[in-house]
């Protein structure tokens, strides 16, 4: 990521969903440089290797309301919250068992922990930061579900803004574009829909894990402070061409 000068020295931050190397991972590590105190969550055993020395590390599995609560009572204090966890599988979420999982990990799963962490954000007067997708807008005929829980997630960061300012605790979003990341993988193995995304975006190119840590620590940083209940799109300009 560029140089991007902002000082988080003395903040306390999770990210939750930071296990596989991709957007929840660059932020993270985006915070760490910035002198924050960094922990990160995920669905595996592991994080990704080069990740294993470097951030204090849960395995978590959002579905699970005890074990969210668990980790929370475990934090004494926190600053940030950042929800990256999420799922989705082209061409799968037409089946309804697997359409309920999904919401149940993107939508559910980003209320539960910050419901949980609700207290913690609170004595911090800190910030809270969601993760959507350009698919909270668009229609997407191959992730229904995917669609369904990032447009709530958007909605739920507005409610929760409101409700929550009076705390003194900002709740935001971003909407990344096309990312390279674990979760892209199978879409790029077709090289016209490669194409397709470079052509439309009038950036040109797909963009990388580290295009959204800098968004997320203004969003996180006093630079935003009178910013609350938005959500940023991070897509190279592709959502406006
Ligand atoms: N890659 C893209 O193009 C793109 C575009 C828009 C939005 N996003 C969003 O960015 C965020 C990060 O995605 P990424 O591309 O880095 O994908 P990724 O697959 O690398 O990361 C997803 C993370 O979610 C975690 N996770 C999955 N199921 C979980 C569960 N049940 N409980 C807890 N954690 C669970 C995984 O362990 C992993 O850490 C997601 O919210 C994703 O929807 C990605």
Redesign the pocket.
Known sequence: MPDIRFDFSGAEVLV???????????IARAFQDAGAKVAI????PEPAEEDRARFSYTQ?????LAAVRALSAKTSKLDILV??????SRGEEMEPTFFEHVVN??LH?TFRTAEAFHSQLKAQKGSLIN?????ATFGSPKNPA?GAS?AAVTQLTKSLSIAWAPDGIRVNAV??????????ARSRTDPAHVAAVNLRTPMGRW?Q?ED?AGPVLFLASPASAFMTGTCLAIDGGYSIA
């Open positions: 939750v969903g930071a296990s596989r190397a991709g957007i929840g991972a660059s969550t995920g669905a595996e978590l599995d959002v579905t699970d929800n990256c966890a999420a799922i989705t990990v993107n799963g993760i959507a997708s350009m698919y995917y990032k909407a990344p574009g096309f990312i390279v990341t674990m979760q892209s963009g894990p959204i």
